[in-house]
T-cell receptor, first 113, second 111 residues
Framework: DTGVSQNPRHKITKRGQNVTFRCDPI?????LYWYRQTLGQGPEFLTY????????KSRLLSDRFSAERPKGSFSTLEIQRTEQGDSAMYLC???????????FGSGTRLTVV | GQQVMQIPQYQHVQEGEDFTTYCNSS?????IQWYKQRPGGHPVFLIQ???SGEVKKQKRLTFQFGEAKKNSSLHITATQTTDVGTYFC???????????WGAGTKLIIKP
C-alpha cells in the first residue's frame, strides 16, 4: 500500500457539467476526509467519513456536492452542475483510529471553464 | 467557533537564516499537528505534539507545544532551499477527530 491515491489528477470541465472524483485511502485507515484548497489558502474541510458513515458535512457545501464511501473503502466526490467557483484542488486524506495524523493524496485539480 | 490563528502569513529569509511560525488556538487542543506543503504539492504530515510543554526535534526543525496546550511553534534553524513551502499547524478537535487548520506560513528563500 503506497498511500492515498486520487483520480483523476486533473479535470477540465465545462460549466454546468457533472464531475466525479475518486479517492482510495490507505487500506488500514477507517477515517476519510475531503478538503478543497484554492491557491494561497489552507485546506477547507468538506466532509468526513468513519468507515462507510458520513459523519459530518461542511455547511459551506452546497447541495450540488455529494460524497459516498460504499463499504468503507474508496470514496467518491461528485459535483453536479459545476460553476467556475468550484475550480480548486480537491484533496482526500485518511487517518486511523490510533494515529491521528492525516495522509493526503496528491489531489485532483478541477478547472471549470 | 474554535479557531487556530497562524502567523506570519509569509516570511522571507536569506538561506542560512532561521524561520519561525506560531499558532494560537482559542481553546485547549487535544494535540497539534504540523504539515508541510511544497509548491504544487499536497500537505505532508511532519509531527504530532500531544503533551503540555512538549518539545520535539527533527534535525533542524524544533516543534513546541505550549503549557496550556493552546499555542505551538515551529522553528527551523539555518534554512535551506529544500525548506521552501507552506507550513500549516492543525489542532485536533477531540469531539470528532477533525483537524482545525491554521492559514499557513509560507517560507520564501530570498535569491
Amino acid at each position: 500500500d503506497t498511500g492515498v491515491s486520487q483520480n483523476p489528477r486533473h479535470k477540465i470541465t465545462k460549466r454546468g457539467q457533472n464531475v466525479t472524483f475518486r479517492c482510495d485511502p490507505i487500506s488500514e485507515h477507517n477515517r476519510l476526509y475531503w478538503y478543497r484548497q484554492t491557491l494561497g489558502q489552507g485546506p477547507e474541510f468538506l466532509t468526513y467519513f468513519q468507515n462507510e458513515a458520513q459523519l459530518e458535512k461542511s455547511r459551506l457545501l452546497s447541495d450540488r456536492f455529494s460524497a459516498e464511501r460504499p463499504k468503507g473503502s474508496f470514496s467518491t466526490l461528485e459535483i453536479q452542475r459545476t460553476e467556475q467557483g468550484d475550480s480548486a484542488m480537491y484533496l482526500c486524506a485518511s487517518s486511523s483510529s490510533d494515529w491521528y495524523g492525516y495522509t493526503f493524496g496528491s489531489g485532483t485539480r478541477l478547472t471549470v471553464v | 467557533g474554535q479557531q487556530v490563528m497562524q502567523i506570519p502569513q509569509y516570511q522571507h529569509v536569506q538561506e542560512g537564516e532561521d524561520f519561525t511560525t506560531y499558532c494560537n488556538s482559542s481553546t485547549t487542543l487535544s494535540n497539534i499537528q504540523w504539515y508541510k506543503q511544497r509548491p504544487g504539492g499536497h500537505p505532508v504530515f511532519l509531527i504530532q505534539l500531544v503533551k503540555s510543554g512538549e518539545v520535539k526535534k527533527q534535525k533542524r526543525l524544533t516543534f513546541q507545544f505550549g503549557e496550556a496546550k493552546k499555542n505551538s511553534s515551529l522553528h527551523i534553524t539555518a534554512t535551506q532551499t529544500t525548506d521552501v513551502g507552506t507550513y500549516f499547524c492543525a489542532g485536533l478537535r477531540a469531539s470528532n477527530y477533525q483537524l482545525i487548520w491554521g492559514a499557513g506560513t509560507k517560507l520564501i528563500i530570498k535569491p
